[in-house]
């Protein structure tokens, strides 16, 4: 996670499930410098928010030009984007990383779902398995392999990872400001407390953030999840997934 005053910028490394990526750095390396050149690129406020994205992923590819770039397990990462700009809120989303924003109409949900349409049969094969199980870490193994054939495809989904082009694949969009009391920039592994868990509203999360902050609201995700430690209840790829959440006021 990443910020200025105007700027909250949310990655989320994807998981190798133990895998070979082709880099000797590895995915907490690639977050980090992602994060910075972000940062960097939309240094001016005018810059487009997926030519920022883009000019970032080609600085970072810079970066490690001795690594296997194009090795479909690259390091690669979710993005979501909020920028105050001028009386408008601008956004971009790439991935499942969601913002989410209260407004005077409700809240609005802006997230890219589109992995989840992505090889179902191996996707219900991980969840039929407990987590911390073999044959949890072996259907894991196959549907991230598999993933990996399909990622930054027009028959897959897109993140960033090496190459500049996945920028033009992401959301984005402007609202005004007066349409919008507050915002929240996340990962999935804060936002499943509502999508997945089903242990809270939105209300609930933006009541949370005033109240208590994000690492008020991680608290709330972490003690839902070690009533099921194992995925009984919610299947999913981990007990608990990295969980990071800015929250913005204006």
Same mark, same amino acid.
């Given at each position: 996670?990443?910020?200025?005053?105007? %700027?909250?910028?949310?990655?989320?490394?994807?998981?190798?499930?133990?895998?070979?990526?082709?880099?000797?750095?590895?995915? &907490?390396?690639?977050?980090?410098?992602?994060?910075?050149? %972000?940062?960097?690129?939309?240094?001016?406020?005018?810059?487009?928010?997926?030519?920022?994205?883009?000019? $970032?992923?080609?600085?970072?590819? $810079?970066?490690?030009?001795?690594?296997?770039?194009?090795? &479909?397990?690259?390091?690669?990462?979710?993005?979501?984007?909020?920028?105050?700009?001028?009386? *408008?809120?601008?956004?971009?989303?790439?991935?499942?990383?969601?913002?989410?924003?209260?407004?005077?109409?409700? +809240?609005?949900?802006?997230?890219?779902? #589109?992995?989840?349409?992505? %090889?179902? =049969?191996?996707?219900?094969?991980?969840?039929?398995?407990?987590?911390?199980?073999?044959?949890?870490?072996?259907?894991?193994?196959?549907?991230?392999? @598999?993933?990996?054939?399909?990622?930054?495809?027009?028959?897959?989904?897109?993140?960033?990872? @090496?190459?500049?082009?996945? *920028?033009?694949? *992401?959301?984005?969009?402007?609202?005004?400001?007066?349409?919008?009391?507050?915002?929240?920039?996340?990962? =999935?592994?804060?936002? #499943?407390?509502?999508?997945?868990?089903? $242990?809270?509203?939105?209300?609930?999360?933006?009541?949370?953030?005033? $109240?208590?902050?994000?690492?008020?609201?991680?608290?709330?995700?972490?003690?839902?999840?070690?009533?099921? &430690?194992?995925?009984?209840?919610? &299947?999913?790829?981990?007990?608990? =997934?990295?969980?990071?959440?800015? +929250?913005?006021?204006?």
């Amino acid at each position: 996670m990443a910020g200025t005053p105007t %700027l909250a910028v949310v990655l989320d490394g994807l998981s190798t499930a133990g895998l070979p990526t082709g880099c000797r750095h590895g995915v &907490p390396w690639y977050v980090a410098h992602l994060g910075g050149s %972000l940062l960097a690129a939309l240094a001016d406020p005018e810059r487009p928010l997926s030519d920022g994205l883009a000019d $970032a992923l080609e600085r970072v590819a $810079a970066m490690h030009p001795n690594c296997d770039l194009s090795d &479909p397990g690259t390091p690669s990462a979710t993005v979501a984007i909020l920028r105050h700009n001028h009386g *408008a809120i601008d956004h971009l989303v790439l991935a499942d990383s969601p913002i989410v924003l209260d407004g005077t109409d409700g +809240y609005t949900v802006i997230t890219d779902l #589109r992995v989840d349409d992505t %090889l179902p =049969d191996l996707r219900a094969e991980v969840e039929s398995h407990q987590t911390h199980t073999p044959g949890h870490r072996e259907a894991l193994q196959r549907l991230v392999l @598999a993933q990996r054939q399909v990622r930054n495809t027009p028959e897959g989904y897109w993140v960033a990872a @090496a190459r500049p082009d996945a *920028a033009e694949h *992401a959301l984005t969009g402007t609202i005004s400001l007066r349409d919008v009391r507050s915002a929240a920039v996340m990962s =999935d592994g804060v936002s #499943r407390l509502v999508t997945e868990y089903d $242990a809270a509203t939105w209300a609930d999360v933006f009541g949370t953030l005033q $109240a208590g902050g994000p690492r008020k609201l991680i608290e709330s995700v972490r003690g839902v999840e070690a009533t099921d &430690p194992t995925g009984i209840r919610w &299947p999913r790829y981990k007990s608990g =997934d990295d969980a990071a959440v800015a +929250y913005c006021q204006w």
